[in-house]
């Protein structure tokens, strides 16, 4: 319909009211060993993240129940993650690479949370960043396949990325993980996220309005309006 097809309004790309509180970012790991390296590269992904001025929380998933498994999400770990993610304007997924995907645990996380919750569609328009981690050598199944994810739950999903290969001999005996190109790498995506959070955060519903919404929205109204 041709009332919907709206005209490009810079003005509302460059707002003169911006927020000022600090960058607020969820992380998500999925794993749950002991010494889980996907969570120490999250650990490690806040620690930049705050030096960057950004408010962080990181999401514990144990306890976290299996989608459709007779438990509906009244169930607190999962209230609890929703939650976060509405209190969030980016997130970090932080996955293995478990037989050449992501971990069933990382795919829960994400399945947990709705693309819509009344009105709200409360990852949309937010940024994302993907990083993994390996046994063995580099790949980029997992951050991937995590990108398809956040391109459907219709994040902001940053270029850069983080793949940590052999991820064991990554690390000391505190868990902090050693001086190298993977950390460095780890910087870089962690600055980019605050850098495009910043950018995009008050303009994020602006950004995702889509045309084929409006038009359907419309006839939805006009449906209502002839039928009654």
Not at 57 to 86: M, T, W
Not at 148 to 171: H, Y
Not at 211 to 226: F, H, I
């Amino acid at each position: 319909m041709d009332t919907c097809l709206n005209p490009i309004d810079p003005t509302a790309l460059f707002p003169t009211e911006q927020s000022t509180h600090a960058p607020r970012i969820l992380i998500l790991y999925g794993s749950l060993r002991e010494r889980s390296f996907s969570r120490l590269s999250a650990e490690e992904a806040a620690r930049i993240l705050e030096r960057f001025g950004a408010e962080v929380k990181i999401y514990n998933p144990s306890g976290l129940p299996l989608v459709d498994d007779g438990v509906d999400a009244s169930h607190p770990k999962v209230q609890e993650l929703r939650e976060l993610v509405k209190w969030s304007e980016g997130m970090v997924w932080s996955s293995p690479e478990r037989h050449g995907a992501m971990t069933g645990l990382m795919k829960t996380q994400i399945d947990w949370i709705p693309l819509s919750d009344g009105a709200v569609r409360p990852t949309q328009g937010k940024t994302l960043a993907v990083m993994q981690v390996s046994g063995g050598s580099q790949s980029f199944n997992a951050v991937n396949q995590m990108r398809i994810l956040g391109r459907w739950m219709r994040c902001l999903t940053i270029p850069n990325q983080s793949s940590v290969a052999k991820a064991w001999k990554e690390f000391d005996d505190d868990d902090r993980m050693k001086p190298s190109a993977y950390y460095d790498r780890i910087v870089d995506v962690m600055e980019e996220l605050v850098k495009f959070t910043l950018l995009t955060r008050d303009i994020k519903d602006h950004l995702v309005d889509r045309y084929s919404e409006r038009v359907e929205t419309a006839e939805q109204l006009m449906n209502r309006v002839n039928n009654t």
